[in-house]
C-alpha cells in the first residue's frame, strides 16, 4: 500500500540565489551566519562544508539543537562551494533566515557521487565530527538531499537508519533490495512525475518496498506535471519542517 499525496503545480517559483552571496573561509563559530569550514577525513581528503549555527545557538549554554544535514544535486559540484547554497535549507541560511537546527552541507566532488563507498564515509565521519564539536540534539538529526543528493540520502539511510530521525530524499532512487533497513524510518518523498534524469518510479519502487517490508512510516508526495525541478516546491513546504521536528528518534 503506498501513502500518496498529490499536488498539482501548473506555475513553479524558481528560488535562485542572489549573485552576491559569498562565504568567507572561516573556522569561527557565528551563529545566525553560514559560514565555509573544511574537514579532513580519515583517508586525508578536504571535505569543503556550509555549516549554519541558530541565532541563539551559544558553547556556553546547555541547550542542543537538531541538525539538517543537506545532500545537493550534480551542479553544485561544479563550482565553489558557494553554489552548494543554491537550493534548499543551505539556501534559506544564506539569504537570513532564521533557521531553529544546525544546518551542515557538504559538497561532494566533481569526480564521485553521493552514493559511492567513498564519500558515504566521509560523510559519516563529517557528522560524527560535528555532533561531537556542537551541542547536537541526538535524537533530532534530519537527512535530506536532492537528486544526486537524493540518492546519497537513501543510500545513508539506509547504511545506518538508526541514525537519522526523519529522512526526505527529494527526486532520487535507491536499492528496494535493502528496503526492510528502514521499515522503522520516518520518510517523506518528493517526486515530480515528470522527471526525465530521474525517473519517477525511482521513488515508486523505494515507497512500494519499504511498504511491501513492513513499513509504515514512509510518505509519497508525488509533484504531478513537475520535472525534475521538483525540489523548489518541496523545500519551500512547511509541513516538511513541521514533520521533521515531530519525529523525534526513539519517542
Same mark, same amino acid.
Given at each position: 500500500?503506498?501513502?500518496?499525496?498529490?499536488?498539482?503545480?501548473?506555475?513553479?517559483?524558481?528560488?535562485?540565489?542572489?549573485?552576491?552571496?559569498?562565504?568567507?573561509?572561516?573556522?569561527?563559530?557565528?551563529?545566525?551566519?553560514?559560514?565555509?569550514?573544511?574537514?579532513?577525513?580519515?583517508?586525508?581528503?578536504?571535505?569543503?562544508?556550509?555549516?549554519?549555527?541558530?541565532?541563539?545557538?551559544?558553547?556556553?549554554?546547555?541547550?542542543?539543537?537538531?541538525?539538517?544535514? =543537506? +545532500?545537493? !544535486?550534480?551542479?553544485?559540484?561544479?563550482?565553489?562551494?558557494?553554489?552548494? $547554497?543554491?537550493?534548499? @535549507?543551505?539556501? %534559506? &541560511?544564506?539569504?537570513?533566515?532564521?533557521?531553529?537546527?544546525?544546518?551542515?552541507?557538504?559538497?561532494?566532488?566533481?569526480?564521485?557521487?553521493?552514493?559511492?563507498?567513498?564519500?558515504?564515509?566521509?560523510?559519516?565521519?563529517?557528522?560524527?565530527?560535528?555532533?561531537?564539536?556542537?551541542?547536537?540534539?541526538?535524537?533530532?538529526? =534530519? +537527512?535530506? !538531499?536532492?537528486?544526486?543528493?537524493?540518492?546519497?540520502?537513501?543510500?545513508? $539511510?539506509?547504511?545506518? @537508519?538508526?541514525? %537519522? &530521525?526523519?529522512?526526505?530524499?527529494?527526486?532520487?532512487?535507491?536499492?528496494?533490495?535493502?528496503?526492510?533497513?528502514?521499515?522503522?524510518?520516518?520518510?517523506?518523498?518528493?517526486?515530480?512525475?515528470?522527471?526525465?534524469?530521474?525517473?519517477?518510479?525511482?521513488?515508486?519502487?523505494?515507497?512500494?518496498?519499504?511498504?511491501?517490508?513492513?513499513?509504515?512510516?514512509?510518505?509519497?508526495?508525488?509533484?504531478?506535471?513537475?520535472?525534475?525541478?521538483?525540489?523548489?516546491?518541496?523545500?519551500?513546504?512547511?509541513?516538511?519542517?513541521?514533520?521533521?521536528?515531530?519525529?523525534?528518534?526513539?519517542?
Amino acid at each position: 500500500m503506498k501513502l500518496i499525496r498529490r499536488f498539482s503545480f501548473t506555475v513553479l517559483v524558481t528560488f535562485m540565489i542572489a549573485g552576491s552571496a559569498a562565504f568567507a573561509q572561516s573556522s569561527v563559530d557565528k551563529p545566525g551566519q553560514q559560514v565555509e569550514a573544511v574537514f579532513e577525513s580519515s583517508d586525508g581528503a578536504k571535505v569543503p562544508y556550509l555549516i549554519y549555527l541558530p541565532k541563539n545557538y551559544s558553547a556556553d549554554s546547555d541547550q542542543e539543537f537538531g541538525l539538517l544535514y =543537506f +545532500l545537493h !544535486g550534480r551542479g553544485e559540484s561544479n563550482g565553489p562551494l558557494s553554489l552548494v $547554497a543554491k537550493w534548499g @535549507p543551505p539556501k %534559506f &541560511a544564506a539569504r537570513g533566515d532564521d533557521l531553529p537546527y544546525i544546518v551542515v552541507s557538504p559538497q561532494c566532488p566533481r569526480s564521485d557521487r553521493w552514493s559511492s563507498e567513498t564519500q558515504q564515509k566521509r560523510l559519516t565521519e563529517l557528522l560524527d565530527a560535528i555532533t561531537k564539536q556542537y551541542r547536537v540534539n541526538q535524537e533530532s538529526i =534530519f +537527512l535530506t !538531499g536532492l537528486s544526486m543528493g537524493g540518492y546519497g540520502t537513501w543510500t545513508m $539511510a539506509t547504511n545506518s @537508519p538508526g541514525r %537519522f &530521525a526523519a529522512v526526505a530524499p527529494i527526486c532520487g532512487g535507491g536499492d528496494p533490495a535493502k528496503a526492510a533497513n528502514l521499515i522503522d524510518v520516518p520518510i517523506w518523498v518528493f517526486h515530480g512525475d515528470q522527471d526525465k534524469p530521474v525517473p519517477f518510479e525511482k521513488s515508486v519502487k523505494m515507497v512500494d518496498a519499504i511498504t511491501k517490508a513492513g513499513g509504515t512510516k514512509v510518505r509519497f508526495t508525488t509533484m504531478e506535471n513537475v520535472g525534475h525541478n521538483c525540489w523548489s516546491a518541496a523545500y519551500a513546504t512547511p509541513e516538511l519542517y513541521q514533520w521533521m521536528n515531530a519525529q523525534v528518534k526513539n519517542k
